[in-house]
């Protein structure tokens, strides 16, 4: 079943906006010859790899009586079912009923596939509605595809809207007060003044007085999926190379669950790359998680209804267009009558 | 294979490990880290700041930078 363009605007929004790729989960959750049941956008999904590597993602529902496939067999290039062993191939084709040779089911495509991409080790999928199930034209962060950058993926699961998370990126000014204690965001002012910068593929929210000295500033970028790209200092502990940067992503799992996906990136390369990932290994992963959990007990801390009783100030216009965004968007991809 | 445990939350630290760091990498690293902070950023700042600090190669060493190159590319590929 794909998604439908029936659901309410506030249920798209709650779960997630369609018609765009989204990240879902690292790429080792799902081993050669594995399957892996998730959630992502309030539907129940099945990453199914075969030996060699190719991945498939399936709705997680038999097409004959629903039961999930995600507690069926692995059998090389399909899935069967346990209920009553249909045989669903990676393409959602039935390739056999077992318990009815010839049943008008086999041969058919009964089974949402998505289009899936792997990327710097995390799984991208394309969730279109039942209006728009080509892919979207997907540009790839160039922090993940340039040779010269060096990254490792930190992906975290989080009980938090997903909107929570991505508004937590338009929000640098939370760097230099939940995160002062940090090894990277203790310095700077703790008072700025911000501006919007429009580009081709999003928008940059930043201080107009203060640049590579904390969380300074934040480019959204949607091309096809929606990514961030910061920078943040290192101390110079951190050897040479300059700041790290961060791409972030955030998975909607449903409406209180989000999947976070952060790149810490730099560009280093010779024995400087090569330290850097020795120290990143063995020192400043750990540090950076640190920080990371600062966000989450943070934003799963905030009531449910925090964003209807606000009072806003200039350090908000990032967030407030990320929500006029957000919001506008799923107005459009439903076709549900406005609930009153 | 069937469905791998799908435990929610998934929040660990350490992701790009595939050991604990022994003794000999964490006082490496710990080092390189003070190299850093007080000396300097180039290459001739590390080894020489290795070395008179009496920190040795795995083979008991001094380091010079073709063996550190060589070791930093071993740990941090």
Same mark, same amino acid.
């Given at each position: 079943?794909?998604?439908?363009?029936?659901?309410?605007?506030?249920?798209?929004?709650?779960?997630?906006?369609?018609?765009?790729?989204?990240?879902?989960?690292?790429?080792?959750?799902?081993?050669?010859?594995?399957?892996? /049941?998730?959630?992502?956008?309030?539907?129940?999904?099945?990453?199914?790899?075969?030996?060699?590597?190719?991945?498939?993602? +399936?709705?997680?529902?038999?097409?004959?009586?629903?039961?999930?496939?995600?507690?069926? /067999?692995?059998?090389?290039?399909?899935?069967?079912?346990?209920?009553?062993?249909?045989?669903?191939?990676?393409?959602?084709?039935?390739?056999?009923?077992?318990?009815?040779?010839?049943?008008?089911?086999?041969? /058919?495509?009964?089974?949402?596939?998505?289009?899936?991409?792997?990327?710097?080790?995390?799984?991208?999928?394309?969730?279109?509605?039942?209006?728009?199930?080509?892919?979207?034209?997907?540009?790839?962060?160039?922090p993940?595809?340039d040779p010269a950058v060096s990254a490792f993926?930190?992906?975290?699961?989080?009980?938090?809207?997903?909107?929570?998370?991505?508004?937590?990126?338009?929000?640098?000014?939370?760097?230099?007060? +939940?995160?002062?204690?940090?090894?990277?965001?203790?310095?700077?002012?703790?008072?700025?003044?911000?501006?919007?910068?429009?580009?081709?593929?999003?928008?940059?929210?930043?201080?107009?007085?203060?640049?590579?000295?904390?969380?300074?500033?934040?480019?959204?970028?949607?091309?096809?999926?929606?990514?961030?790209?910061?920078s943040?200092?290192y101390?110079?502990?951190a050897g040479p190379g300059g700041p790290f940067g961060?791409?972030?992503?955030?998975?909607?799992?449903?409406?209180?669950?989000?999947?976070?996906?952060?790149?810490r990136y730099r560009r280093v390369d010779d024995w400087q790359r090569d330290t850097w990932r020795f120290l990143y290994?063995? +020192?400043i992963?750990?540090?950076?998680?640190?920080?990371?959990?600062?966000?989450?007990?943070?934003?799963?801390?905030?009531?449910?209804?925090?964003?209807?009783?606000?009072?806003?100030?200039?350090?908000?216009?990032?967030?407030?267009?990320?929500?006029? +965004?957000?919001?506008?968007?799923?107005?459009?991809?439903? /076709?549900?009558?406005?609930?009153? | 294979?069937?469905?791998?445990?799908?435990?929610?939350?998934?929040?660990?630290?350490?992701?790009?490990?595939?050991?604990?760091?022994?003794?000999?990498?964490?006082?490496?690293?710990?080092?390189l880290?003070?190299?850093f902070?007080?000396?300097?950023h180039?290459l001739?700042?590390?080894?020489?700041?290795?070395?008179?600090?009496?920190?040795?190669?795995?083979?008991?060493?001094?380091?010079?930078?073709?063996?550190?190159r060589?070791?930093m590319h071993?740990?941090g590929a």
């Open positions: 079943m794909p998604l439908s363009v029936s659901d309410t605007a506030d249920h798209v929004y709650a779960h997630g906006l369609r018609n765009q790729w989204h990240p879902v989960v690292p790429s080792h959750f799902v081993a050669p010859g594995g399957l892996r /049941k998730l959630t992502a956008l309030g539907e129940n999904w099945l990453l199914f790899r075969k030996a060699d590597g190719t991945l498939s993602m +399936l709705a997680d529902r038999c097409p004959h009586r629903g039961a999930p496939l995600s507690l069926g /067999k692995h059998l090389g290039d399909r899935v069967a079912c346990w209920y009553h062993g249909v045989e669903v191939d990676g393409s959602g084709t039935v390739t056999s009923v077992p318990g009815l040779p010839g049943c008008n089911l086999e041969g /058919k495509t009964l089974v949402t596939s998505l289009p899936v991409r792997e990327v710097g080790g995390a799984i991208l999928a394309y969730f279109g509605d039942d209006e728009h199930p080509e892919p979207a034209d997907l540009t790839l962060p160039e993940l595809t993926l930190c992906y975290a699961e989080w009980d938090v809207p997903w909107r929570y998370a991505m508004e937590n990126l338009l929000d640098p000014m939370h760097g230099a007060f +939940l995160h002062h204690e940090s090894h990277t965001m203790y310095d700077g002012d703790t008072q700025a003044k911000f501006r919007i910068r429009e580009t081709e593929r999003g928008y940059f929210f930043e201080k107009t007085d203060q640049r590579g000295v904390n969380f300074d500033w934040v480019e959204l970028c949607r091309t096809g999926v929606d990514w961030v790209d910061l943040i200092p101390p110079p502990s961060i791409v972030g992503m955030a998975c909607p799992v449903d409406a209180e669950r989000t999947g976070v996906f952060f790149w290994k063995t +020192l992963e750990e540090r950076h998680w640190q920080v990371l959990e600062q966000d989450r007990v943070m934003l799963e801390a905030m009531p449910a209804d925090a964003d209807q009783y606000e009072n806003l100030y200039q350090h908000d216009l990032g967030v407030v267009r990320l929500r006029r +965004l957000y919001q506008g968007q799923a107005a459009q991809q439903s /076709k549900a009558a406005p609930q009153s | 294979m069937t469905t791998e445990a799908t435990m929610w939350p998934y929040l660990t630290p350490h992701q790009t490990r595939d050991h604990e760091p022994t003794p000999y990498e964490l006082k490496l690293a710990r080092t880290e003070e190299i902070t007080h000396d300097g180039e001739a700042d590390v080894v020489g700041g290795l070395n008179a600090r009496q920190v040795r190669t795995p083979s008991g060493e001094p380091w010079t930078e073709e063996t550190f060589t070791e071993r740990l």
